[in-house]
């Protein structure tokens, strides 16, 4: 069993930056590729980036690339996701996701094994 437990989220001005943390319970971190998604009001959740088992090879939204960056340290069992140039289409629900296939199986919405409560992100024009 895996807990996500996400933190960092809050409200900023357009052109800000903030930086989710997701921190995982158990021992077999390593074991799951991680990514972020998002939710805003009425909409469907959505993909924002994911991350592999190592950390060595990521995958972005078109829509956050070149503001975002995903990053993991396994040694504190955590995953982050710097987001800068924040904008107003940004505001949302952030979720972190845990899965034991593939960074790109994750990055598709399927087989995602643990989703943590949630953090929200506002962006004030």
């Known amino acids: 069993q895996v807990q996500l437990v996400e933190s960092g989220g809050g409200l900023v001005q357009a052109g800000g930056s903030l930086r989710l943390s997701c921190a995982a319970s158990?021992?077999?971190?390593?074991?799951?590729?991680m990514g972020w998604f998002r939710q805003a009001p009425g909409k469907e959740r959505e993909f924002v980036s994911a991350i592999s088992w190592l950390g060595g090879s990521t995958t972005y939204a078109d829509s956050v690339k070149g503001r975002f960056t995903i990053s993991r340290d396994n040694a504190k069992n955590t995953m982050y996701l710097q987001m800068n140039s924040l904008k107003p289409e940004d505001t949302a629900i952030y979720y972190c996701a845990a899965s034991r296939q593939s960074r790109r199986t994750l990055a598709a919405g399927s087989y995602i094994d643990y989703w943590g409560q949630g953090t929200q992100v506002t962006v004030s024009s």
């Open positions: 158990g021992r077999t971190f390593t074991s799951y590729a």
